[in-house]
Structure formats: C-alpha cells, structure tokens
C-alpha cells in the first residue's frame, strides 16, 4: 500500500519552489511538468472509481478502461491551455511534452514503489518504454491539435480523431504489456519505434516555427 | 482453406503497406503548406494502429471477447482525420450540396441500423456510425465541389445505394430461400459500385487533369470499399478488404499530385 499523495508532495514540492527561481520558458515547462503528475494521480482517481462501478477485473480495466481515462485528462490541461491562452506551436508541444513526461514520472514512481524488491534491468524497461509511451502519445496529441487548430471550423473532429489515435496506440501498448513474455517485449518496443516516427515531424514543426 | 487465416494474412499485408506509406508520408510532412497530408499521416496511422490492435487482441486472447472494441476508437479516428484531410484540401461549406450530403446522412444512418440489426452492439455501432457518416458526407461534399461525379453519375449512385439498402433490409424479412437471393443481389450491387469506382479513378488518375477531383474519387473509393466490407462476410469481405488495401496508395498518389498543383 502506498499512498500517491504523499509521493505527488514530495515530487512537486521541490519543483514548485523551484518557480521563484526561474523564468520563461523553463518556467512553463516546470508548470506543465507538474501538471502532468496531478493528472496521473486524476487519472488513477477516476480508473478507480469506475473499476468500482463497472467491476471490471483488473486486467480489463488496464487494457481498456485506463488508456481511454489517462488520454481524456492528459488531453484537457492542453485543451484549457489551448482555449485561454492561445499559445505558439512550440510552446503547445514544450507543455505536451512536459506533461507527458510529469504523467509518466509520476506512474513509474508509484508502479515501482508499490511492486517492491525488482530488477534493475526491468526497472530500466519498464522506465523507458512507459516515459517514452506518453510523450509520444501526448506529443501526437498536441500535433493534432496544432493541425486541427488551422482549420478553424472543421477542427473538432480532426481533434477527436488525433485523441482516438493516442486512446488506440495506450491501448495496444497497454494489452501487449500485459501478457508476459515476447508480447510485453513487443510492447516495450513498440513507444520507441513510434517516437522515431514522430520525432521529424516535431523536429520539422520546431525549425519551422524558428 | 480456411478464411480467417486469409484475413490475418491480409491485416499483416494491410499493415506492412500502411507502415510503408506512414515512412513514405513523414519524410515530406511539413507544418508551413496545407495541413492536408498531417491529417492523412495522422490517418494512416490510426488506421494501421486499429488493425494491429485487432491483429494483437486475436493472437494473445483469442477466446475472450472484448467488453468494448477498443480497436475501434482507431477506426474512428482514421474516419475522421480522414474527413479533415479532405476538409484541409475543400475548404468550402456543406451548404453547397445540402441535397446529396442529406442522402449521404440518410445513407449512413441506414448503414448504422443494418449494423445494429447483425451485431446487436448499439454503443460501438452508433460511434463508428457517426464518424463514418461525418466522412460520407464530407466526401460527397468534396465530390459535389470538385465536380468529379456527372449529374447522371449522381444518379445511379443514389439509386443504387438505395436498391443497397433496401436489398440488405430485406435480408432481415424474406425467409430462405428469397434471403439468399437479396443477400446476393446486395453484393451484386456493392461489386458493382466498386467496379466502376475503381476504372473511374484509375482514369481519373491516368488522365490527370483536376488533381482535386482526383483525391475526392480516391476517398470517396475508400469509403465505399469501407461500406462493403461493413455488410459482406466470408469470401466478399475479403474481396473488398483487397479493394481496401488497395485503395490507400492511390488516395496518397492523389494527394501528391494536389499537393504538386497547389
């Protein structure tokens, strides 16, 4: 039994303070960051809840229920964003990028305090493929967004469908993790070779915006 | 032999293209012109990201049954981006084919009760319904603005999309051995469809002239083998998944050349 909370204080604690010391862009990128381990927490908040109400075994909800809850609340803080502030290109993917890194910093600490006594060699997988799993799945996002957002009255559905390609792509890393063996192997595999896809699209977006 | 082997060996063909044509679309992939091949990157992707999903949940749980197609969150986001692919290349307004969009609704909403009536899953029938109604009408608003379809053409696909459906809803009344023959006269009818679709496109296509036209055709080929697969089984469906697999190069050759005319 662990309690989040008390590992969500610790971690943003530091960060937090660390805002009266730094400015701009390095700034936002602590804020996001921060935002996206709140959004972990949300995110294992409302699975709970609806495991409870749905009572759904435990390997269900991770394959089905979960990538659907995680993509929603990583997606609205970029929405919010997005709505108030109408922020640059590439302050949109810094924040999406923080926040998936925040979201993922977040679960592994908690994944890796609450399964006790592992490998080293595990921990190192395990930390890689899920960090790079939601910066990868929150970077497509907020590369939907900064293309849906060009077609002013037509970007609702190209947002839904950028949000049901992140929901698809958590969705199968979750069920190929889940089963041992070559599969969650696969699994592991699979956030690096979409993070090479989508590293020269973002790569092209910054120098274009530059 | 047996069929479903078949269709695993064609989703592994069907992802290895779409991968392919993923590598093909990300080298040229630029945020500065027109948003139309993100869109249709973000496309292929969902689409190839859906069809391992299926690929997947077959190999490693193949006796447990979903309690809700998560794959299909892929296919619905592939109709979408798709939808704004076209919507990044005609920028115009629904209003200027208002008749034929409303029969594409029709269409559609039709589709979705013939789903509901076989599989009996209202939820997942109804999302993917609206998404692929978003994308048949978009389509046919692009085919109405480009000019691609004559007023005869218009025509015959209304009166057969009609006969389509009413041939299918009869399946669901006569008894043996009348439904068989609406069952056939059906995928008469959808062959039929994709027949002529296919040798006007690659006319289209050969000819060359409104690069526009072109990609509008190439969807909207798309669309219709997506259709026809929705409503056949055993040895059709996979003809039209052949169409399918088929039909996704040449949307991207035609979105090159737009690209190239713009």
Redesign the interface.
């Known amino acids: 039994m662990i309690y989040a909370e008390n590992i969500l204080l610790c971690i943003a604690a530091p960060l937090l303070l660390s805002l009266l010391f730094v400015q701009g862009q390095v700034r936002q990128y602590v804020l996001a960051f921060a935002a996206g381990m709140v959004a972990c927490l949300l995110a294992a908040y409302v699975t709970g809840f609806l495991q409870l109400l749905i009572a759904w075994e435990v390997t269900d909800v991770r394959v089905f229920l979960s990538p659907v809850v995680e993509e929603l609340i990583k997606l609205l803080p970029l929405l919010i964003l997005m709505l108030l502030t109408e922020p640059k290109d590439n302050t949109l993917l810094l924040l999406a990028v923080a926040l998936g890194t925040g979201f993922a910093t977040f679960e592994n600490c908690c994944s890796l305090l609450s399964s006790g006594e592992i490998g080293l060699s595990f921990v190192l997988i395990r930390g890689l493929a899920v960090g790079v799993m939601h910066i990868v799945s929150v970077a497509a996002l907020s590369l939907g967004i900064v293309a849906a957002r060009r077609l002013q009255a037509m970007s609702l559905p190209a947002l839904v469908g950028a949000f049901s390609l992140s929901v698809v792509f958590h969705g199968l890393y979750n069920l190929l993790v889940s089963v041992p063996g070559v599969p969650s192997y696969v699994g592991f595999c699979l956030p690096v070779l979409a993070a090479v896809g989508i590293y020269h699209p973002l790569r092209r977006l910054h120098t274009q915006q530059e | 032999m047996d069929l479903s082997l078949v269709q695993i060996l064609m989703c592994v063909f069907g992802c290895a293209e779409l991968a392919v044509l993923?590598?093909l679309c990300?080298?040229r992939?630029?945020?500065?012109r027109s948003?139309a091949p993100?869109?249709f990157?973000?496309?292929l992707?969902?689409l190839l990201?859906?069809t391992?999903?299926w690929l997947?949940?077959d190999l490693?749980r193949p006796e447990t049954r979903?309690?809700?197609a998560?794959?299909e969150?892929?296919e619905?986001?592939?109709?979408?981006?798709l939808?704004?692919t076209l919507?990044?290349v005609f920028r115009g307004r629904f209003a200027a084919a208002r008749r034929e969009i409303f029969c594409a609704a029709v269409f559609a909403a039709a589709c979705t009760a013939l789903w509901i009536g076989w599989s009996g899953e209202w939820v997942e029938d109804v999302l993917v319904g609206l998404?692929f109604g978003?994308l048949l009408c978009v389509c046919v608003r692009s085919l109405k603005q480009s000019g691609a379809l004559s007023r005869t053409e218009w025509r015959l696909l209304g009166g057969l999309a009609a006969l389509l459906l009413g041939l299918q809803g009869l399946t669901f009344l006569l008894p043996e051995p009348w439904r068989s023959c609406a069952d056939y006269g059906a995928y008469l009818v959808m062959f039929a469809v994709l027949g002529y679709g296919i040798v006007k496109l690659l006319l289209a296509l050969r000819r060359g002239r409104d690069a526009a036209a072109q990609f509008a055709l190439a969807v909207a080929f798309c669309t219709w083998t997506l259709s026809t697969m929705y409503m056949s089984a055993g040895v059709f469906y996979l003809a039209a998944q052949l169409c399918y697999t088929c039909s996704i190069p040449l949307m991207l050759i035609a979105l090159r050349r737009e690209e190239a005319a713009a």
């Open positions: 993923i590598g990300v080298r992939l630029s945020f500065r948003m993100v869109f990157t973000f496309a992707a969902s990201v859906s391992l999903y997947a949940y490693l979903m309690p809700f998560a794959n969150f892929g619905i986001g592939g109709f979408l981006l939808a704004s919507n990044a998404s978003y």
